[in-house]
């Protein structure tokens, strides 16, 4: 079974910086995706960036970006210029590559303060 | 806005009692994923729906049922509820075939058993 691992609880940075979210997992596949979601106190579940195992090169969406090392089954989030906006549990997630889709599988979760 | 919607939004119920959460979703979208998420858990799968099928089961109890219809919109019912079962209800959908991989989820349903 694919499992997904957040080993930091909650992490802080101030306004501006830039911080940086560990994810591990483990598979025996060879055709998945990663996410990361970001979930503010609204509770709603936002897609912040999205990583095809088949890709080499790193997704990046404006001040977010990832590491995503395939071998090592470590997949990371970069926030650069941190904004108070930002603030929220940030989720990392697995998926199978399937046509006719799969579940998504979540690590347990980092809750991100940003400091003014 | 996600495209996927979820009724009700808020939820309060006693004990033994049974209700219908609904969802839909985006337009297109095939897949339908249901996803429970309490204080004390993390998010859990519990089931996915394909085009009507039921195509995977996570950690569903037997109390609690799905179903996806025709015109593709899904409702989770839960029933003999518990004081346990008080958690966040998320729905998400997600197209199936081509790059768009990724799932997109509804507002939730705070469910809350007292």
């Known amino acids: 079974a694919q499992t997904v691992t957040q080993s930091q609880p909650e992490m802080s940075v101030q306004e501006a910086e830039t911080v940086t979210l560990s994810c591990t997992y483990d598979?025996?596949?060879?055709?998945?995706?990663l996410f990361w979601y970001k979930q503010p106190p609204s509770r709603q579940m936002i897609l912040v960036i999205r990583?095809?195992?088949?890709?080499?090169q790193n997704a990046t969406e404006n001040r977010f970006s990832v590491n995503f090392q395939k071998a090592a089954k470590s997949f990371s989030l970069k926030i650069s210029d941190s904004q108070l906006g930002d603030a929220a549990m940030y989720f990392c997630?697995?998926?199978?590559?399937?046509?006719?889709?799969?579940?998504?599988?979540f690590g347990e979760g980092t809750q991100l303060t940003v400091n003014p | 806005d996600s495209g996927v919607t979820q009724t009700p939004k808020h939820l309060i119920t006693a004990t033994g009692q049974r209700v219908t959460l609904r969802c839909s979703p985006r337009?297109?979208?095939?897949?339908v994923y249901w996803y429970q998420q309490s204080l004390d858990q993390g998010l859990q799968f519990l089931i996915h729906?394909?085009?009507?099928?039921?195509?995977a089961k996570g950690n569903i109890l037997e109390r609690f049922s799905a179903q996806q219809f025709p015109d593709l919109h899904s409702e989770l019912n839960l029933s003999s509820l518990e004081l346990g079962d008080s958690a966040l209800y998320f729905c998400?959908?997600?197209?199936?075939?081509?790059?768009?991989?990724?799932?997109?989820f509804g507002q939730g349903t705070r469910l809350t058993v007292v």
């Open positions: 990583q095809e195992a088949y890709k080499q």
């Open positions: 337009s297109g979208d095939l897949s």
């Open positions: 997630a697995y998926r199978k590559g399937e046509t006719s889709g799969s579940r998504l599988t």
């Open positions: 598979t025996s596949e060879s055709d998945y995706y």
């Open positions: 729906y394909y085009n009507g099928e039921e195509r």
């Open positions: 998400a959908s997600s197209a199936s075939r081509g790059l768009r991989t990724e799932a997109f």
